[in-house]
């Protein structure tokens, strides 16, 4: 056993009267990842009392960290005290007595409080000492029971008082020595071990514990107590003794079975084997080899130790279904970029997995369901589906009832029956369609705890594959949407025909539900293609069937600004706010106008702008983004290969802009065309170079504008704005109020 050293945390405990045990404190920030990839829900076979130390990479399952609370016992304490006083006062009154009170106005309060005095008439001494304890608490609660301060007060921290300490140890240790009420006298008891503690009189703690541990019963208050002894037993290096006392405070109190687990620190193998040696019987050991299992990440080596202790025991679910919650994240089962497993755990361990089918077949364990259910699935992640299917469903016929364990089992039938599958024939189809069905359902189901996505996403790839290998790619994309789908013509025209067929059988039916892509998803698509054609009428024509007609643009398609400034176009005031449809219309009245003859310099050099913008790098990228191609899609590496060459290509920008150039008249006009067609040659060395070893190169656009427009305006303007041109052009930088 590999040596841990102590990690630094703090005593923290709550309300004077309520309050004995050990909480881990930590920083609590921004929620973390709860696990990695799975599709084996911890929840559906393991006691919820055991949920945080389900598998996750937070400290603990779903909650990270065990923030120190005031309010831990709170309740418990209540209604200790009204058991106490027969139900007699009300659990509002005892809540303000307990811990609203305070040491000089408790009497007062207590007299106020109609059942309080109701009880005090008829029981006058035990309310007369229970006003006693309550107020010497209140009053050693500052010392005794310090407040933990955040890590950023640390400096604000009181220091600690030996000598008022001890005179409140000495006064309870008298009081116990009195009191003959059982009820106060175990409070009294936990509040002279905690005092100890407290004075850092460690051995005290331990003595007087030990000397009147047996005269309590186990409860609350008992467990509380016995954590300050097992602290105590830490200070000074009992580690044996200590993580004894842990375990039985972890297996007989839930409140403080976190606290418990995170002070459990065995350090060797011979201070484990003594704490062993402390056992009173089978059933402790088995605790606390589960929390070794739990606590060091060694589930099968502690289900294997308590499996020999006692078949039987329950203590091996909880370590059972960490290990195969593991085994998920070392399988290749799930096996592609869209699942995020946990680090740490790289090669299943098959070796293992023999072991569990030993126990599975062995049946003597109390849960032999889950023993095959796990083995089954760790042979499913293993892609051995027969073995798998056959201990699955000996599983399935003696599961628990509950609708999470029935669903959880179902959910590995399903993965099993399509595994056990070399093809998608009609037959498997309509056997399948139930159990499809039933995932899709999954995502509104009221069983938050299942962890479906993960396998239902696997499940539809798997088909989606079987039907690609099968020649079936229309029915592959229902199931799989793949952009590279979209490349082929005839592919889209086939699914948009599947997609509108009115007589589809029930389980085609199920395809047109699932599928990401609509009818209409499909014409837009196809509008869009047409319009990078410069198949104008057919964009429009299909632009008009869709809804995304009425898409507006953020800036206006046909500007060219020297800079591209996609906020800068999107944020300045638009005179005609273009829709999708609206910009098509305007696009072939201009190519109109250009083939008329009509006003070409202009009109060609708009049209240009508008195809250059509907480039990735241009202003009106919002024209191509649909559900096909994809949205918001701020970086070139981001566009899917599918369309990168559709929505990075230049070719009619420029050749707009050439039409354009051979209409121009004046020298301010050819300049203007000519930096035109340096960005759009600039553009595709970027893309060539990938990763260019310099900023920029000397474009022939640059050379041309510089050689031959360098007297006109629009030169000046460009040296303004083109820091790049501007430094090629050797002028020197402006000064930041001339840019």
Not at 28 to 38: F, I, K, M, N
Not at 224 to 236: F, H, I
């Amino acid at each position: 056993m590999r040596k841990i050293f102590l990690k630094e945390w703090l005593l923290a405990f709550g309300s004077i009267v309520t309050i004995g045990g050990i909480a881990a404190w930590a920083c609590a920030g921004d929620p973390l990842p709860e696990y990695g990839v799975s599709a084996f829900a911890p929840e559906a076979f393991v006691d919820s009392s055991y949920s945080p130390f389900f598998l996750s990479e937070q400290n603990y399952y779903q909650i990270n960290y065990d923030v120190p609370a005031e309010n831990r016992f709170r309740q418990e304490n209540i209604t200790e005290w009204n058991q106490y006083t027969g139900n007699k006062v009300s659990r509002q009154a005892l809540e303000r007595l307990l811990y609203t009170a305070t040491p000089d106005n408790l009497d007062s309060l207590a007299s106020r409080e109609p059942d309080w005095a109701k009880w005090q008439s008829v029981e006058k001494d035990r309310a007369k000492k229970s006003l006693e304890y309550l107020r010497l608490a209140k009053r050693s609660e500052q010392y005794t029971n310090p407040p933990v301060a955040d890590w950023w007060d640390q400096e604000k921290k009181p220091a600690f008082d030996s000598t008022t300490v001890t005179s409140f140890r000495n006064a309870w240790v008298k009081l116990l020595e009195t009191e003959k009420d059982p009820f106060l006298q175990e409070r009294c008891f936990f509040q002279v071990v905690r005092a100890c503690f407290f004075q850092r009189d460690y051995p005290g703690a331990l003595r007087y514990y030990q000397k009147r541990a047996t005269d309590f019963h186990e409860g609350s208050l008992y467990y509380r107590t016995m954590s300050y002894a097992a602290g105590a037993a830490y200070k000074q290096k009992d580690f044996a003794l200590s993580n004894y006392l842990y375990s039985r405070v972890f297996e007989g109190s839930m409140t403080l079975r976190i606290p418990a687990h995170y002070s459990f620190h065995p350090q060797e193998e011979s201070d484990w084997n003594k704490t062993l040696s402390l056992c009173r019987n089978a059933r402790e050991k088995t605790v606390l080899w589960q929390m070794l299992g739990i606590f060091y990440g060694d589930e099968y080596r502690s289900m294997r130790e308590i499996y020999s202790l006692d078949p039987k025991s329950p203590k091996t679910d909880i370590l059972l279904v960490r290990w195969i919650n593991k085994f998920e994240q070392a399988s290749k089962y799930f096996s592609t970029d869209d699942y995020r497993t946990m680090e740490g755990f790289d090669i299943p361990d098959s070796t293992r997995l023999k072991g569990i089918r030993q126990i599975a077949d062995a049946g003597n364990t109390a849960s032999p369901w889950l023993w095959q259910l796990v083995y089954g699935y760790g042979e499913l992640l293993s892609h051995k589906p027969a073995l798998a299917k056959t201990y699955i469903d000996r599983a399935a016929s003696r599961a628990p009832a509950t609708p999470l364990a029935q669903a959880q089992v179902r959910l590995l039938q399903v993965a099993v029956t399509l595994d056990n599958a070399a093809a998608i024939t009609p037959q498997l189809e309509q056997q399948l369609l139930p159990q499809l069905k039933w995932l899709l359902s999954l995502q509104n189901s009221d069983l938050p705890s299942l962890r479906f996505e993960d396998l239902q996403l696997t499940i539809r790839r798997k088909i989606a594959g079987l039907y690609k290998r099968q020649g079936i790619p229309t029915k592959a994309e229902c199931f799989n949407h793949e952009p590279a789908f979209f490349k082929d013509s005839v592919f889209v025209n086939n699914l948009e025909q599947f997609l509108n067929n009115p007589k589809a059988n029930n389980y085609e039916a199920f395809c047109k539900i699932i599928s990401s892509v609509s009818p209409e998803m499909i014409r837009e698509y196809k509008a869009i293609l047409a319009t990078y054609r410069n198949d104008l009428p057919r964009a429009m024509s299909l632009m008009q069937t869709v809804e995304a007609k009425e898409t507006f643009l953020y800036g206006n398609p046909f500007n060219g600004r020297i800079n591209d400034c996609h906020d800068c176009d999107h944020q300045a005031k638009q005179k005609i706010s273009y829709s999708k449809a609206g910009f098509l219309a305007a696009l072939q009245e201009m190519e109109k106008q250009v083939s008329a003859g009509n006003d070409v310099f202009n009109n060609a050099r708009l049209i240009g702008n508008a195809f250059y913008n509907i480039t990735h790098f241009g202003n009106a990228r919002k024209f191509y983004e649909c559900r096909i191609i994809g949205q918001d899609i701020y970086v070139v590496e981001g566009i899917d290969s599918a369309y990168f060459a559709t929505l990075t290509e230049m070719g009619y920008a420029e050749k707009y802009y050439r039409l354009a150039m051979e209409a121009a008249n004046t020298p301010e006009q050819k300049a203007q065309i000519t930096f035109l067609l340096a960005k759009c040659e600039r553009n595709r060395w970027f893309l060539q170079e990938k990763e260019p070893p310099v900023d920029f190169i000397a474009w022939k656009g640059f050379r041309d504008l510089k050689e031959k427009y360098a007297n006109t305006r629009y030169y000046q303007e460009v040296l303004r704005e083109c820091g790049w041109f501007r430094t090629w052009a050797g002028k020197p930088p402006l000064a930041s109020g001339n840019r």
